[in-house]
């Protein structure tokens, strides 16, 4: 994954249960605080890296096209699943701005000690090195 040029996200989908106690947003937004943490974690971004993605709710809409930029590949109408699809070209840059922007407030609710443990190991700072 490391040296990956390419990134696809199949798709993020919270589906409230009937006798919720958390509102979906929240579980949404655990969601991409985590899929950002992956990717943050996990993909270089040494060079330029194309994310497409698929958008099945209109909160993903909302977040590709106009919170982090993806522009529209393919109308969902031309598609067999009938999901719009969106790619984006994504540097280290872009990576910085969204955790500022977006993600980075979520980390006081979600337990990132895996994570964290991750980030002061051998390999994490190796990583983190070129972030």
Same mark, same amino acid.
């Given at each position: 994954m490391y040296n990956s040029d390419i990134i696809y996200i199949g798709g993020i989908a919270v589906i409230p249960d009937k006798d919720e106690i958390l509102p979906s947003k929240i579980y949404s937004d655990r969601l991409l605080y985590a899929l950002y943490l992956y990717i943050k974690t996990f993909y270089s971004f040494e060079k330029t890296t194309t994310i497409s993605a698929t958008a099945a709710t209109d909160q &993903? $809409?909302?977040w590709l096209r106009d =919170?982090? &930029?993806f522009k529209l590949y393919k109308d969902g109408r031309h598609r067999k699943d009938g999901h719009n699809y969106y790619v =984006? $070209? +994504?540097? +280290?840059?872009?990576?910085k701005i969204w955790g500022e922007k977006y993600f980075e407030k979520f980390n006081h609710k979600i337990d990132c000690s895996a994570y964290k443990k991750f980030v002061n190991s051998e390999d994490g700072k190796r990583i983190f090195k070129q972030i």
């Open positions: &993903g $809409e909302h =919170k982090l &930029g =984006k $070209e +994504v540097t +280290v840059e872009d990576i």
